[in-house]
């Protein structure tokens, strides 16, 4: 059995990402609001719904049991916004970011591309890599983007495949028990759909 927890924000419906998340294999997922009961779950998700200053806001009353999680190596995955809040900090808000990851979120520049970006767009897949997200995803798969900012790790050895979008755009992140992704997997067809069912096989394999 695979258990995993959708942390809700208050933005949005998250019948989709549950929906995708059953379909790929979860035995049960349940949508939260709160992270005392995380240790029930296999796995956690960090949709990509919302805003940055109020899904800090909402997260932060969880922050003890959030950061026990981690260092339990409970995996973690962050979609667009989701990932976005374990950086540093985010042009978007004035919050500060979770700070599990070094770096910074920064907006798209206008002046080069249309904001927010969204449609589909293909992974470069970064050489010599070992992510467990990505395997079985050929290089140049299609993915499906809503967003109008982006990640700048400190660390560039945690992108494991970026997307071009007048910059490269990091794309997948992994490090230890995180896992993020600028775009939408549950949006992103059959690619998509490999790339949660390995999200669940790390989980399942983590029990």
């Known amino acids: 059995m695979v258990n995993l927890a959708v942390y809700d924000y208050g933005a949005g419906n998250l019948f989709s990402l549950k929906a995708a998340l059953e379909r790929n294999g979860a035995d049960d997922v349940k949508i939260i609001r709160e992270m005392t009961a995380l240790k029930e779950f296999n796995g956690l998700v960090l949709p990509g719904v919302g805003n ?3 899904a800090i806001r909402s ?11 981690i260092e ?5 995955l962050g979609i667009c916004l989701g990932m976005e ?15 599990i990851l070094e770096g910074k979120v920064v907006m798209l520049s206008r002046r080069t591309v249309k904001i927010p970006h969204m449609g589909w767009n293909n992974l470069d897949i970064i050489e010599k890599n ?12 299609w993915v499906y983007y809503v967003h109008s900012y982006h990640t700048v790790p400190s660390d560039k050895n945690i992108v494991v495949a970026s997307s071009d979008y007048g910059i490269k755009i990091p794309a997948v992140i992994e490090k230890d028990n995180l896992f993020g992704t600028q775009f939408h997997p549950e949006k992103s067809s059959e690619i998509g759909g490999i790339i949660i069912k390995n999200f669940i096989k790390v989980c399942s394999s983590k029990k």
């Open 130 to 141: 070992d992510s467990e997200l990505l395997r079985g995803v050929e290089d140049h798969s």
């Open 59 to 69: 997260i932060r009353p969880s922050n003890e049991f959030f950061l026990e999680a």
């Open 72 to 76: 339990k190596h409970m995996p973690i």
């Open 85 to 99: 809040m374990l950086f540093d900090k985010s042009e978007e808000g004035r919050l500060e970011g979770l700070k």
């Open 52 to 54: 940055f200053d109020p």
